[in-house]
């Protein structure tokens, strides 16, 4: 979806393409999640909305590189990441609120603030 010199191109941080391939493929599901997986069931590269596009490839360059920098790149290894401590006999357990400030879902919060502009994330019923 993102290639990464593309990626590169709008500010993207990552030097290693390898690394870059694996977390890009993480982003796009969590943003095809997010966005009622709209890239899937259309083409990106024939949108006619290029502003809409921009964005949802800013929010990939975002996620990516959030997801780089906390060292997880799904949901389940962000919240198995905020786990502080765990008691278990008085079944006890304290989360860092680094990651739940930070993102909604495993989503960036600024890769959030992309898609808030493009519609994606619009989760109603066409009218008629």
Known sequence: MLSFSEYQKLG?????ET?????????????????QMFYVRNNIDEDPDQWR??????ALV?????????????EYEMSQKAVKSVSIDGTTVTTDGT??????????????????????????????
């Open 12 to 16: 993207g941080r990552l030097t290693d």
């Open 19 to 35: 690394v870059y391939t694996k977390l890009e493929h993480d982003a796009v599901q969590l943003l095809n999640s997010a966005t």
């Open 53 to 58: 596009v921009k964005m949802f490839k800013l």
């Open 62 to 74: 975002a996620q990516i590189d959030y997801t780089n920098d906390v060292g997880a790149s799904t």
């Open 99 to 128: 990651f739940k400030d930070s993102s909604t879902g495993g989503i960036y919060n600024v890769a959030l603030d992309h898609l808030y502009q493009t519609g994606l994330l619009f989760g109603g019923v066409d009218v008629c």
